[in-house]
């Protein structure tokens, strides 16, 4: 039931284009960091057994101004590209997952924001003083969350009081719950198995018992169980 | 025994900057006590899993105030101690432009904390809400205790600090360098106060508009955060306050890391201009980029992807400034004194926080991030390892200069590769603990988050307990150290050319700056403070002034808490307040206390003509000017949102509305001619004018309570969100009107009395401005809650 | 009692006697013409001339700013307060523009 964080791409395909940002980010803070952390350590370690060092800073007169040099503006101008890089990287991103569900399973982003989809599954999450109720387009209502594997799904999330945030994290699904406002969120399970929910945001007293557990089947696991209205499965736990 | 007495009178009367500064010190190190130990308190919990040593409530309890107090008792006022010791000598000044106000800002900012600290004692205990205090966790409905009152009631109190503090730095920044001195050349620690202090102008507003709203609801049982929806609106104000605190927390610090390595390395900084620029930029920034706290709650997608862009712009001037921190010390003599080792491990950690900084800006990452240990972590080593590294090099390097002793190198060494590498172990953990959520007080043993937490638990203690070294240290070479000269570490700016500690003045003579050299040169042997040596800079008000607030929020929230002898507090705290508010102004009256008067010698560029009483209310107003817009963008949210269906239009009398907003108008239109009369110095125009606009407001009152009375009297109540939030609009309004009206009412006795002695006309000019102020909000909340 | 008056009336000079004597005129101009814009844009509204929201906001700000321009004196003072005015006005209309943009699409 643990994974750790890293690489958590098999499970959705939220969780996949979250995986792939990740890595990018972390490639370029790491290449960046090395370079940075270098210089902060080299720099004092050798100037300060320098001998040939000048001292500039004499008292009761205002330091003057340096750096007229042409490598101000280098600097400048490659942290202008890398941000520009991790920008335009970002927001393809984002674009990615709005259209991502469009384009391979034909539910386009109107659909989404309308919380009604044919090819989806559209689960109406409602969060409270501390629990989760999840409800099916069938008229189901379970506190563990059962979904297909390989199948959008739609969550629909609002709370009854207070902020809460839904999150299957593994899966790379959070939606804040917010009273009197229904926020979406969807994803795409592909690995069966068991997963965490658990609220990300402070409710009360209950928040840290504010766990659930969302079940991935197999598709027609899911069916049979949907179709039988709901009823006790038991499911080896996996992935 | 005399001797004590005058020095316990001292403290507590005291208005010297360098006095104040010290306050600042020591109540700033004995909150970090406080909320370190809470830490390491709930640190203790977390370092097992299903531990119960401490249960949910206390566990929530702990974490709440452990973020209020150290953000906004611990780090800032951290850097405000400085702020407030060597600000004005670093500018070449006697003191503050308003000493009795910097003194004040300090009482409120204890008061405030003391406030806090006692809803621990509250039955159903404090504060339970994070101290980012989502609503509607934070209403009445969902957080009984009435210990949050008094929470509340603290931050409003700090809040007043923050204003009295902003005005009063903004002032001596700008008219009180010494003659000579440009902007530009000033210590980059100033310049690093000087934009914390512009962001807490325009940034705090928005918080007290946040809290103003959640008094109403928490006391008079409104319905504003509670309707549904409405929990959005806090989000809004409590992060547009929330982004730039982040930096006001930062900037004292990382400027003061810029200064030291500049000194420890013995080169200027490179591109000093630029990374002046860099600062401007950030804080400037920093105002739109707050939705990124935002992102899950199903804000649009082109809101969210402006929010995303301009979050990682802010990462450009950051970078530049880190980097051209880290290449000025090429080619320097670089020692590796105690101060010179916490700036360069505030900037290590700082790089990490950054880093992490940018991860959050995209909304995709921030699927995993939000309400993680990576955000914990991430704002632990920027606030916590950028900010407190700095500011505790800092306390080193400026120790000599405010003791006149030396601690020792060897322990301050030893304390600093400790804390530094229990930092470390306490929070770089907490970036693989990516799927926990913040502030759960426990975890079951199957996540498998134990072993991480265990060892960030250890780093707690290992960091928490270092600083015991620094206390020890500190406490020791205060009484043992070596005897210093002026200038141990051979540094350029003013605090370094007079004593240590520095005389009561600062200066034994004139400061004065020519091109790059700062001179202090002597007015014919004489020294020109020594006509204020007679006492009269101290001042009981600021204490008393800030006591009975302090008496009477106590009184009322034991009151809302059913508690014992909470009415004999609201009593006395509403005497106190009272009595020193007039004390204050008998003071005034006579003019006792002779403050200094910024003389011609100074450099006031770029507010040459203007004199100082009225540019602090220039700058009041301008951040003032934020919390109404905090309040009017309240009630736009729920007529927009919040399912607030009823215009003003059918609630309110639009005759009424128009009647008082036309009183007010022409109230401040007399008060503006009353000024006039001042400063042509024609007493009978400037009382005409004062008694027509005391009278004209007092009407405006009188209509709009009628227009409220007519509006309750109909059925509508508070628990409409709309109704509650225009209300609330109003009553900022009249609140503000009344206390202008004390100050007009202090002016016209005065004028009457004693003519134009003094401050007057410069007063009543800075009321005019008050008045016309007024009225501008007047016309924008007919416009907006009477009409939309 | 009188002395502070006649110190104060031998100090002013012939610029600022005039400077003020044109400031009190043009508050007494701007306190009319206030008044005209507020009666006329209640009428508006009474009449329901005045409907849509865009007009309403915009007819709300140039009096609002019109009020605390002239009397706030910011016409009167130099760069430093107007830059610092103008920069208020930003910071006010961000919070407002995040408050009214940043809201749900989405049902």
């Given at each position: 039931m643990f994974h750790y964080p890293f690489d958590p791409s098999q499970f959705s395909e939220t969780a996949r284009v979250w995986w792939n940002l990740f890595?990018?980010?972390?490639?370029?803070?790491?290449?960046?960091?090395?370079?940075?952390?270098?210089?902060?350590?080299?720099?004092?370690?050798?100037?300060?057994?320098?001998?040939?060092?000048?001292?500039?800073?004499k008292p009761g007169v205002v330091p003057g101004e340096r750096g007229r040099n042409a490598y101000l503006a280098v600097i400048v101008v490659l942290i202008l590209a890398s941000f520009l890089a991790v920008f335009v990287e970002s927001y393809i991103s984002v674009n990615e997952l709005a259209s991502l569900i469009e384009e391979e399973y034909g539910v386009t982003i109107e659909q989404l924001q309308a919380g009604e989809a044919d090819g989806a599954l559209v689960v109406e999450v409602r969060g409270f003083q501390w629990g989760w109720t999840f409800k099916y387009p069938n008229g189901i209502e379970s506190d563990v969350l059962y979904l297909p594997a390989g199948r959008p799904v739609i969550f629909k999330v609002t709370s009854d009081d207070v902020f809460h945030a839904f999150s299957i994290p593994d899966l790379r699904v959070k939606v804040d719950a917010i009273p009197g406002q229904v926020n979406m969120g969807w994803t795409v399970p592909q690995t069966p198995g068991t997963y965490r929910i658990?609220?990300?945001?402070?409710?009360?007293?209950?928040?840290?018992?504010?766990?659930?557990?969302?079940?991935?089947?197999?598709?027609?696991?899911?069916?049979?169980?949907?179709?039988?209205?709901?009823?006790?499965?038991?499911?080896?736990?996996g992935g | 025994m005399a001797h004590r007495v005058l020095q316990i009178k001292r403290w507590l009367f005291t208005t010297n900057h360098k006095d104040v500064g010290i306050l600042y010190l020591v109540t700033a190190l004995y909150f970090f006590v406080i909320a370190g130990t809470l830490a390491l308190l709930f640190r203790i919990q977390l370092s097992v899993p299903e531990n119960d040593f401490l249960p949910a409530g206390k566990f929530n309890q702990a974490v709440t105030n452990h973020g209020l107090l150290m953000v906004f008792w611990f780090i800032s006022p951290l850097g405000f101690a400085f702020a407030n010791y060597f600000v004005p000598i670093q500018l070449g000044a006697k003191d503050m432009a308003f000493p009795r106000l910097n003194a004040l800002s300090y009482w409120l900012l204890l008061f405030g904390g003391l406030l806090m600290l006692a809803g621990f004692f509250m039955p159903g205990g404090t504060a339970d809400f994070g101290w980012t205090a989502y609503a509607p966790l934070n209403t009445e409905t969902f957080t009984p205790n009435p210990g949050a009152n008094l929470v509340a009631f603290g931050l409003l109190m700090l809040i007043a600090s923050v204003t009295v503090g902003t005005v009063n730095f903004l002032v001596t920044i700008f008219q009180l360098r010494a003659k000579g001195y440009k902007m530009l050349g000033l210590p980059m620690f100033v310049w690093g106060i000087f934009f914390t202090v512009l962001m807490m102008l325009w940034a705090f507003p928005s918080l007290q508009a946040a809290l103003t709203l959640l008094a109403v609801d928490r006391i008079l049982g409104a319905n504003i955060f509670t309707a549904p929806k409405g929990g959005i609106i806090w989000d809004h104000l409590f992060w547009f306050f929330g982004h730039p605190e982040v930096y006001i927390v930062l900037f004292p610090g990382l400027a003061l890391a810029l200064d030291l390595i500049s000194v420890f390395s013995r080169r200027p900084l490179l591109g000093r201009k630029v990374i002046i620029g860099a600062l401007a930029a950030a804080a400037a920034l920093s105002f739109g980029v707050y939705a990124h706290h935002m992102f899950m709650t199903g804000v649009s997608l082109s809101y969210l992807k402006v929010h995303m862009f301009t979050t990682e712009l802010i990462s450009v001037p950051f970078g530049i400034i880190t980097i051209l921190a880290i290449l000025s010390m090429i080619g320097g003599a670089i020692r590796l004194s105690t101060p010179m080792l916490f700036a360069l491990g505030s900037i290590a950690v700082f790089i990490i926080g950054g880093f992490s900084g940018v991860f959050n800006s995209n909304p995709v990452l921030d699927i995993a991030n939000r309400g993680s240990y990576w955000v914990v972590a991430h704002f632990h080593y920027v606030m916590v390892g950028a900010a407190l590294f700095a500011l505790f090099g800092g306390l080193y390097y400026w120790f000599p200069k405010m003791t006149g002793r030396m601690y020792n190198e060897t322990l301050g060494k030893i304390h600093f590769i400790i804390s530094f590498i229990g930092f470390n172990i306490l929070y770089f953990p907490m970036f693989f603990l990516i799927d926990m959520p913040r502030r759960i007080y426990t975890y079951p043993e199957w996540t498998g988050w134990g072993p991480l937490n265990?060892?960030?638990?250890?780093?707690?203690?290992?960091?928490?307990?270092?600083?015991?070294?620094?206390?020890?240290?500190?406490?020791?070479?205060?009484?043992?150290?070596?005897?210093?000269d002026r200038n141990p570490w051979g540094a350029w700016s003013y605090e370094?050319?007079?004593?240590?500690?520095?005389?009561?003045?600062?200066?034994?003579?004139?400061?004065?700056v020519q091109g790059n050299r700062l001179m202090v040169v002597m007015a014919n042997g004489a020294k020109p403070h020594v006509e204020l040596h007679e006492g009269n800079h101290l001042s009981p008000w600021p204490l008393l002034i800030s006591l009975g607030p302090f008496l009477f929020l106590l009184g009322l929230g034991m009151w809302l808490g059913q508690v014992k002898f909470a009415l004999p507090l609201i009593v006395v705290g509403a005497i106190i307040s009272l009595y020193s508010v007039y004390g204050w102004f008998r003071d005034d009256f006579y003019e006792r206390f002779k403050f200094e008067e910024p003389p011609e010698y100074k450099e006031r560029w770029p507010f040459t003509s203007i004199h100082r009483v009225k540019l602090g209310m220039y700058f009041f107003l301008f951040g003032d000017a934020v919390f109404f817009a905090g309040l009017v963008g309240a009630y736009i949210f729920m007529r927009l949102e919040a399912g607030a269906t009823l215009s003003g239009l059918v609630t309110h009398n639009i005759l009424l509305g128009l009647l008082a907003t036309l009183l007010m108008l022409w109230s401040a239109v007399f008060m503006y001619i009353a000024a006039r009369g001042a400063k042509l110095g024609d007493k009978t125009l400037a009382l005409a004018g004062l008694s027509l606009s005391t009278v004209l407001s007092l009407a405006y009152v009188v209509v709009t309570g009628l227009d409220w009375a007519s509006v309750f009297a109909v059925g509508f109540t508070l628990a409409d969100p709309a109704i509650a939030t225009s209300a609330t609009t109003a009553l900022a309004h009249v609140l503000h009107l009344l206390a202008g009206l004390l100050v007009a009412l202090y002016l016209t006795l005065k004028i009457w009395v004693r003519g134009f002695t003094g401050h007057v006309p410069e007063t009543l000019d800075a009321l005019a401005v008050y008045w016309g102020f007024l009225a501008a909000i007047s016309v924008l909340v007919f416009g907006v809650t009477y009409v939309f | 009692m009188g002395e502070g008056e006649a110190q104060g009336a031998q100090k002013v000079d012939y610029a600022v006697r005039l400077r003020e004597r044109r400031k009190l005129a043009w508050a007494v101009a701007v306190g009319f013409m206030s008044s005209a814009l507020l009666m006329v844009f209640t009428l508006g509204v009474v009449t329901g001339a005045l409907t849509t929201g865009a007009a309403l906001a915009v007819a709300v700000a140039v009096i609002t700013l019109f009020v605390a321009f002239m009397l706030m004196d910011i016409v009167w003072e130099g760069w430093g307060i107007q830059l610092f005015s103008v920069i208020t006005v930003i910071i006010v209309m961000l919070l407002m523009l995040n408050i009214i943009f940043g809201r749900q699409v989405m049902p």
């Open positions: 890595g990018f980010y972390l490639t370029v803070a790491i290449l960046l960091g090395i370079a940075v952390y270098a210089a902060l350590v080299l720099i004092p370690f050798i100037y300060s057994r320098s001998r040939k060092a000048v001292d500039e800073i658990q609220c990300y945001e402070l409710c009360g007293v209950g928040h840290a018992e504010m766990i659930s557990k969302a079940v991935v089947l197999p598709p027609e696991l899911f069916d049979f169980w949907y179709e039988s209205l709901g009823e006790e499965l038991v499911v080896e736990e | 265990f060892i960030a638990t250890v780093g707690a203690f290992i960091f928490g307990l270092s600083h015991l070294i620094m206390f020890a240290n500190l406490l020791y070479s205060m009484k043992h150290g070596p005897r210093v370094w050319m007079v004593e240590s500690p520095p005389p009561e003045y600062n200066f034994e003579g004139i400061p004065v | -």
